[in-house]
């Protein structure tokens, strides 16, 4: 029974074939049914998986076929699935399932329809491939393939130019992530002598290593999971793969692909266990992503964009609970922003859809009463990411910033600090989730005329799944409560998959109560204090906060762009344009005398060659001859 | 009873009268004529080489000559192809003279 | 000895002949007989089938063959040669060929012969003998010697056929 959720990412390879080769024949809504229909089989598989687990104490290891062999090094075809993949499974196939059902109404009429299933199922293979593999090459694969199918989404449509721009840029920075990611399956090869993963841990556990060559792993790995999943310095691809179409940045730049980081490092927690300065750079990367993606989105206009710098802090908070050791409660904000964060984008689509490709929030304001659907399930939303209590953002957030604060995985005083800046970072959370939610769906009309003829609450098609994420929104928080009010099932499920042995400071009960106080009076402050602004402010100058220097920066983006534009791009191409004169000049005077010198002896050489037949029967002749002598009178040639 | 390197020997001297007639005949069909000589040296020495291995038991030894029999049906088919492409090219080029007929060279 | 000594001569008297004849009739008929003289040896390696197939097929039908050719196109070599240099070099050559081969030859040593043991296992190189190789071990080897027949013949035939016959074969084609 779980062995069988093996051949969930052929299901889905298959459905992207049938669409990529045959799609173009097939009328429109026929490739959406076909890659869900696939996608929803790869989810059944993964449930099958899911309730075949349940007792078990470890993961099932499908052997499927041995595709490299050299000398001592074999490299199997084999998913492991464990209690850990299986969780990511089902969130893919899930939510991916979910997205596939939405597409099919959104990419109505579009000229790439099957094109565009045809890349979601692959990539749906791929990140399957990528939860599944049991060794780093196997993963290696699924990470690539989301990458390029990421690439292809991104890029969807590359008739403009900006798109195919966003979809290269997005390629490159993940490479300097993916590069990162080859360098440390080298030095595991070289330390460790394998590449399967649960036999590089079993090794760790034997702690022959010395630590800092398990920190020079990990920082690698590290660098992986920072280029993959976003975080800061190489954070600047997110926001601009917003240029797909938006059920794309639904699924994978804010619930699958980007948490493929966080996944990488969960899978290899006794690595990151065994190396508390790895830990400590990995909860740094996160304080500052989660902080500064914050403060950028506080000011941005563009309704996607607002929840991609949203995606990034919200994993800069996953990096954080994994660099306190915090494992499964990483994986478990994955599994509730997974949710909520779909959900969110889902309906920012929906807002897309109705108001006929309008992105900017400025244009938007009082859509409530045009859609109602869409803007009572993007409130839930809201109020999950913002924290509310009762729904999932609050428990799996809380449980974030109570690990941050008793873990003993930092040095002292380090946890205070980072967490107070996470509950910074939760105040500012709630305020730009409110400000996105009333710029776009309260407060007074600002709609162009033909965006208000257009505007209309979209098909059911499409509504239909933002039901279904609100809903999960809500009570996905409940596998996972505070481990002193009941028993923590996410907890206790994912113990079987990551065997670490780190200690939290256990604060007494009242302790406890204050600090999920606090996070909620923190949700309560943002969220109040966003409506307070943005209500009393009626005139469209002032919808942003201020025009401040401070205001201006975190519009910018904090100036990564700028800085990356000035400090790395203009001196490559500048020394580029160099070598290409250095090319011009010495290499290519160089080499076309070389070519001259070829041509001048080619021309000597074709003298021998004169055509008449007999002459090369005779020079076969008199080789032979020479051969029969020289065999005859001086030796045997062998 | 004669050696067989005798008989191999002779195989040798023929191939070798072959090979000059190969070289020095500037006609196609002298050309192809020396060619069959080179073609029934070495039958020659296949059959001396299968009276050779009678010791290896009969099948073995039979071996060479049914060899022998295979080879001059193929001389047979190639002498009527061969002869074909001949009467062809001379009805196109009038002549059969190979160093008229230097196409190799472009 | 003496008998090999004289077929030898004889032997390499036609091949001789066949590559220093001017006249290319007079080497076809050179090599008829060079032909002959080698089905005698094969008579005296006991190979008596193979020596009756050389004189029907080689020296029979081929060389029929080659003597028709030989008139109908009636082939004579020209007189201007323009690599007259080539000649020594080929003799020059051909005599290195033989001196190798023959000096590798005579320095191998070759087993002793047991004349009775060929009597008995090769049997004279009956028809039979051949047939119950060629029939079992080779019968595949044999029967592609049939279709390369089959297809020589119709290469030939096609290829000797006349052009504007061809061009009447391909109208009709055309026409159907």
Known sequence: MIALAAYAPLIALVGALINGIFGRNLKEPLPGYIASAAVFAAFVLSVMAFFGLQGQEHGSNVQLWQYLSAGNFKLNLAFNIDHLAVIMMMIITGVGFLIHIYSIAYMHNDSGFSRYFSFLNLFIASMLILVMADSFPLMFIGWEGVGVCSFLLIGFWYGIKANADAARKAFIVNRIGDFGFLLAMFLTYKVFGTLNIADMLGHIQVARVLPAGLTAIALLYLLAAMGKSAQMPLHVWLPDAMAGPTPVSALIHAATMVTAGVYLIARIAPLFAASPSASMVVAWVGLITAFVAAFIALSQTDIKRILAYSTLSQLGYMFVALGCGAYWVAIFHVFTHAFFKALLFLTSGSVIHAMGGEQDVEKMGGLHKYMKLTSITAFIGTLAIAGVPFLSGFFSKDAILAHAFTTTLAPVALNYIAYIILLVTAVMTAFYMMRWYYLVFLGKERLSKEAKAHVHESPSLMTMPLGVLAFLSVVAGYFGLPEFLAKNQFASWLENSIEVDISFGHPPVWLEWTLILISVAAAAIGLGLAYWVYSRKKSKAMLRISNSAIAKFSQSGAGFDGFYNAGIIKPAEETAEGLALLDAEVLDTGLSSLALGVGLFAGLMRKIQTGYIRFYALAMALGFAVLVILAAFWGKLS | ?106 | ?176
């Open chain 3, 1 to 176: 000895m003496l008998s090999f000594v004289i077929l030898a001569v004889l032997l390499i008297a036609g091949s001789i002949g066949v590559v220093s004849l001017k006249q290319p009739v007079h080497a076809a008929l050179s090599l008829v007989a060079s032909l002959m003289t080698l089905a005698i040896v094969y008579i005296s390696l006991e190979a008596h089938f193979l020596a009756g197939i050389q004189v029907i097929v080689y020296a029979g039908a081929i060389m029929v063959l080659f003597l028709f050719v030989i008139m109908l196109l009636n082939v004579q070599e020209q007189k201007e040669n323009k690599f007259a240099w080539m000649k020594p070099a080929a003799y020059i050559v051909g005599a290195l060929t033989a001196i190798g081969l023959v000096a590798n030859i005579l320095q191998s040593p070759t087993p002793a012969l047991n004349a009775e043991l060929i009597d008995t296992i090769i049997a004279g190189g009956t028809a039979e003998g051949v047939a119950q190789v060629l029939f079992n071990q080779f019968v595949l080897g044999f029967q592609l010697v049939g279709v390369l027949l089959l297809t020589g013949i119709v290469g030939a035939t096609s290829l000797v056929q006349r052009k504007a016959e061809i061009a009447k074969i391909e109208e009709d084609l055309a026409n159907a």
């Open chain 2, 1 to 106: 009873m004669i050696g067989t390197e005798y008989y191999i020997a002779l195989s040798a001297i023929i191939f070798s009268i072959g090979t000059v007639g190969v070289l020095s005949r500037r006609s196609a069909i002298m050309v192809f004529l020396s060619i069959e000589l080179m073609l029934n040296a070495a039958n020659l020495a296949m059959v001396a080489f299968a009276r050779a291995w009678a010791s290896e038991g009969a099948l073995a030894a039979m071996n060479g000559q049914a060899a022998v029999f295979i080879i001059l049906a193929i001389a047979a088919a190639e002498v009527a192809v061969g002869l074909g492409i001949l009467v062809a090219i001379f009805r196109y080029r009038e002549t059969t003279e190979l160093d008229l007929l230097s196409e190799m060279r472009l």
